[in-house]
């Protein structure tokens, strides 16, 4: 018994040296980061006060609010425009 258990452990020992390694699996490549480019944002912009004015349906009042507006439209403007140009930095969307 101790003979056949030697011949046994002997040819495990020749088996397991014979036997084929598994081929390393290559390694993954690394993501590569890609940092968008810094677009341009408008400055918050001074509102003109609407206090102080009697009326503001009248001439001056008017004339104030116009301005308040063409202001707030502005910067509205330029905040889409930053907005496009982070969205014109994205990839390309793939069509099924």
């Known amino acids: ?7 046994l452990m002997l040819l495990t020992v020749l088996c397991s040296a ?5 081929a390393q699996e290559p390694a993954e490549p690394s993501p590569v980061v890609v940092w968008p480019a810094r677009c341009g944002r408008p400055s ?5 006060r609407l206090s102080g004015l009697p009326l503001l349906e009248s001439a001056q009042g008017y004339a104030l609010i116009k301005r308040r507006d063409r202001i707030m439209r502005d910067y509205i403007a330029g905040l889409q425009d930053a ?8 990839p390309p969307k793939e069509v099924d």
């Open 18 to 22: 014979c036997a084929q390694k598994p």
């Open 1 to 7: 018994m101790p003979r056949a258990a030697l011949c």
């Open 44 to 48: 918050t912009p001074e509102l003109p």
């Open 83 to 90: 907005l496009d140009c982070y969205e014109a930095q994205l």
